[in-house]
């Protein structure tokens, strides 16, 4: 079954090495980043799955992803 989580993208200053980051908000502690907004959103699904593995191991619950936002127009 395949879960999918909404991703928050930022922009990381070029004090903190630039590029964007990935986070995702249902998953604490759940990041990964990139060079482009592509890249870290790709990267970002490796963490997902990891995220839960672990805490699936851990017999920890995994939050199921919240309903898509609807959109306007």
Same mark, same amino acid.
Not at 10 to 29: F, I, N, Q, S
Not at 44 to 51: D, F, H, K
């Given at each position: 079954?395949?879960?999918?989580?909404? /991703?928050? +993208?930022?922009?990381?200053?070029?004090?903190?090495?630039?590029?964007?980051?990935a986070? /995702?908000?249902e998953?604490?502690?759940?990041?990964?980043?990139?060079?482009?907004?592509?890249?870290?959103?790709?990267?970002v699904?490796q963490a +997902?799955?990891?995220w +839960?593995?672990?805490?699936?191991?851990?017999?920890?619950d /995994?939050?199921?992803?919240?309903?898509?936002?609807a959109?306007?127009?």
């Amino acid at each position: 079954m395949k879960l999918e989580y909404a /991703v928050r +993208i930022d922009r990381l200053a070029d004090t903190d090495g630039g590029g964007y980051l990935a986070t /995702v908000p249902e998953l604490p502690g759940c990041m990964s980043d990139g060079a482009t907004p592509e890249e870290a959103l790709r990267n970002v699904q490796q963490a +997902i799955a990891s995220w +839960i593995e672990s805490a699936e191991e851990w017999k920890q619950d /995994v939050p199921k992803p919240a309903p898509p936002l609807a959109r306007a127009g």
